[in-house]
Structure formats: C-alpha cells, structure tokens
T-cell receptor, first 111, second 116 residues
Framework: QKEVEQDPGPLSVPEGAIVSLNCTYSNSAFQYFMWYRQYSRKGPELLMYTYSSGNKEDGRFTAQVDKSSKYISLFIRDSQPSDSATYLCAMRIGSNYKLTFGKGTLLTVNP | KAGVTQTPRYLIKTRGQQVTLSCSPISGHRSVSWYQQTPGQGLQFLFEYFSETQRNKGNFPGRFSGRQFSNSRSEMNVSTLELGDSALYLC???????????????FGPGTRLTVL
C-alpha cells in the first residue's frame, strides 16, 4: 500500500463548478499537509499548507484535514479555466523535510 | 525576491554518461531538497541538504549523489545514466528550521533530462 493515495483523474468540470480533490494516507506520523499546483512544464507551486485537523480557507481554496480518517481534501470554489493544472497533495513528518507526494490529479476547467 | 533557479532547463544525454544539475535556492534558505518526477512514479524524494550536509536520503541507488556549497547552492549528479533516469528533476528550498509555516518548500522549474 502506498503511503499516499490520490485519484489521478483526469477530472473535467465546467467553469464555475466546485471542485473536490482528495488524498488518503496510511502513515499516522504525517503532521504537515500541503497542496501544490503544477502547470504543464513548470515546477509545483505551493497553494495551501495546513498542520492541524479542520479547515483552512484562502480565497477560493479550502483545505481540509481529517487526521482521524487520514484524509485530506482541497476544495476549489467558482473554478476558472486558469485553475486547469495538476494538483498534488504532499505531506511530511514533523521536522523531517522529505515530502511524500500523491501522484497528482489532472484538472481541466472548461470555459 | 528571486525564486528557486535550476540549470540547465533541458538536457539530453546517452546511456552510460553522467550528468550534473544545479540548483540555486531562494536567498536565505539553507535547505535544498531534490526530487525526481516521472509519469509512472510521480514525485519521489532523492535527498535533502542543509548547511552542506546531507540530512535525509530517499531510496535511490548510489548513482544519484549530491552536494551543497557554503552559499547553499546545490548540485546533483547522476552517473552511468540509464534510460529509466529520464525524468523532470526538481529542486526545492526552505529555511530548513524545524516546524512551522516558514518551513514549506518552494520548487524550481526543474531540469528535464532525457536519456537516449
């Protein structure tokens, strides 16, 4: 079983839709959770960073962490064509700087 | 503030050759991590350097090595290249201090290596 599982998609939605992206993990030692966005031929760009269980909101993006279920989510409201990218969840254990990534979900938002 | 830079951006090599990739972190960042990204395996951690010392290592063969200089710039070397080494190699930098939002990693654009 991989440490981090992420549905690779692809996911195609109309502009304005609410998008839900999810990851599950098996290692309960993970403490820090991140979502990165990666456009084609670019490096990943940090979108959201969370530590505790619960919700964290930043504009149209909401990150949700449920440590008891080992489940994290990213919600995108009012999705835009510019949101079309691969979304990667990542997590790490405490002060260990190794990030463990999901394989990424390819999202396309159609105008 | 300038972001993480990587050179070269693209590289074509043949099997058996060796290659060196370079990464310049964000000013003030002391930790540099390297990742390999392939369609099949996704992003996989190679190693992390902090203050010129390797602090973490992933599960890659010894053909993959790295180093960090006193100015925090880092290089990664792959010897005896194999076809399977074709990938996007990403470097990420952070402050390198334990805990907190300040320790998030910021990625460069990557070096795309093609092995023929």
């Amino acid at each position: 079983q991989k440490e981090v599982e992420q549905d690779p998609g692809p996911l195609s939605v109309p502009e304005g839709a609410i998008v839900s992206l999810n990851c599950t993990y098996s290692n309960s030692a993970f403490q820090y959770f991140m979502w990165y966005r990666q456009y084609s031929r670019k490096g990943p760009e940090l979108l959201m960073y969370t530590y505790s269980s619960g919700n964290k909101e930043d504009g149209r993006f909401t990150a949700q962490v449920d440590k008891s279920s080992k489940y994290i989510s990213l919600f995108i409201r009012d999705s835009q064509p510019s949101d079309s990218a691969t979304y990667l969840c990542a997590m790490r254990i405490g002060s260990n700087y190794k990030l463990t990534f999901g394989k990424g979900t390819l999202l396309t938002v159609n105008p | 503030k300038a972001g993480v830079t990587q050179t070269p951006r693209y590289l074509i090599k043949t099997r058996g050759q060796q290659v060196t990739l370079s990464c310049s972190p964000i000013s003030g960042h002391r930790s540099v991590s390297w990742y390999q990204q392939t369609p099949g395996q996704g992003l996989q951690f190679l190693f992390e350097y902090f203050s010129e010392t390797q602090r973490n290592k992933g599960n890659f063969p010894g053909r993959f090595s790295g180093r960090q200089f006193s100015n925090s710039r880092s290089e990664m070397n792959v010897s005896t290249l194999e076809l399977g080494d074709s990938a996007l190699y990403l470097c990420a930098s952070s402050w390198g201090l334990a805990g907190g939002d300040a320790d998030t990693q910021y990625f460069g654009p990557g070096t795309r290596l093609t092995v023929l």
